[in-house]
């Protein structure tokens, strides 16, 4: 989940960079905004074909999606990320998880 996770926020961060809306990023990409907005999210999986696609939208490198950019950079609104240090790492990891879930259970119960 830590990859899709981080890969949600560098698209998050480069369309912050580039002032490029959701929608405009959907419509460019082939995505309905709501698919844009789960992939921005880490919750929806990406393939390499739509990894490669996205990084020559924003003409950066694959490795440039996946590679985290540190919690800093991450600071803002439309980031997952959690506030404050954990003394396992991993714990990290596991509320992002159950947030993640909680948020599909709630789309699907409202759906």
């Known amino acids: 989940m830590e990859t899709v996770r981080v890969l949600g926020n560098n698209?998050?961060?480069l369309l912050n960079?580039?002032?490029?809306?959701?929608?405009?990023?959907?419509n460019a990409l082939g995505y309905s905004f709501f698919e844009a907005q789960k992939l921005c999210d880490a919750r929806l999986y990406a393939t390499k074909e739509d990894v490669n696609d996205i990084a020559k939208y924003f003409d950066v490198s694959t490795d440039y999606?996946?590679?985290d950019q540190g919690n800093e950079v991450y600071?803002?609104?439309g980031f997952m990320h959690c506030?404050?240090?954990f003394k396992r790492p991993e714990n990290k990891d596991k509320i992002l998880d159950i947030f993640d879930m909680y948020?599909?259970?709630k789309e699907a119960l409202e759906n």
């Open 83 to 85: 506030m404050g240090q």
């Open 11 to 13: 698209i998050n961060l």
């Open 17 to 26: 960079q580039k002032s490029i809306t959701k929608d405009t990023f959907a």
């Open 103 to 105: 948020c599909d259970m």
């Open 65 to 67: 999606l996946f590679t």
């Open 75 to 77: 600071k803002g609104v």
